[in-house]
T-cell receptor
């Protein structure tokens, strides 16, 4: 069965530091991949998505992610974190190669120290 | 655009009572999804509709759960009777005809005592 693994439950970084959130997926073919962010008490907001083509994807709020087929990974990065980035981040994969039915990882909660 | 609208935002009820959650998708979107979020199980897809027709309800946990979409601008998720283990945040999301992105509502936090 398809799955998404986010190995880090909690991450704490200092404001201005770089950030990388890890995501690994299991799927035989090239999947549709997504990163969402959830602020406290809010719904999920799409940060970026990968469907095909360039493996480095740019998203909103200065985030980017890189698809690495050989590692089955889709890690999220940001060069300089802002205090407002503190939130929970979810990686998701489209089930069976689709993009409507998403399987979400357990999430990574990001804390930002001043 | 107002985004996906959900009501109520918070619901507290007693075990055995009927609960109805409501969702208004973004105008023009033809897919609608109901997700449930809990600490133990994370985000789970319960059911989704395309053009008001249920496509996949395999995630609906039990017969106590039912969902309807009578028209393109309204959907309900009903739990009858409710149980404490139904306590969770329920999200509605919609997607446009081109697909490729889900837009989530703010969620309804349900507490069953």
């Amino acid at each position: 069965a398809q799955s998404v693994t986010q190995p880090d439950i909690h991450i704490t970084v200092s404001e201005g530091a770089s950030l990388e959130l890890r995501c690994n997926y299991s799927y035989g073919a090239t999947p549709y991949l997504f990163w969402y962010v959830q602020s406290p008490g809010q719904g999920l907001q799409l940060l970026l998505k990968y469907f095909s083509g360039d493996t480095l994807v740019q998203g909103i709020k200065g985030f980017e992610a890189e698809f690495k087929r050989s590692q089955s990974s889709f890690n999220l990065r940001k060069p300089s974190v802002h205090w407002s980035d503190a939130a929970e981040y979810f990686c998701a994969v489209g089930e069976s190669g689709g993009y409507n039915k998403l399987i979400f990882g357990a999430g990574t909660r990001l804390a930002v120290h001043p | 655009d107002a985004g996906v609208i959900q009501s109520p935002r918070h619901e507290v009820t007693e075990m055995g009572q009927e609960v109805t959650l409501r969702c208004k998708p973004i105008s023009g979107h033809d897919y609608l999804f109901w997700y449930r979020q809990t600490m133990m199980r994370g985000l789970e897809l319960l059911i989704y509709f395309n053009n008001n027709v249920p496509i996949d309800d395999s995630g609906m946990p039990e017969d106590r759960f039912s969902a309807k979409m009578p028209n393109a601008s309204f959907s309900t998720l009903k739990i009858q009777p409710s149980e404490p283990r139904d306590s969770a945040v329920y999200f509605c999301a919609s997607s446009p005809p081109s697909g490729r992105a889900l837009y989530f509502g703010p969620g309804t936090r349900l507490t069953v005592l």
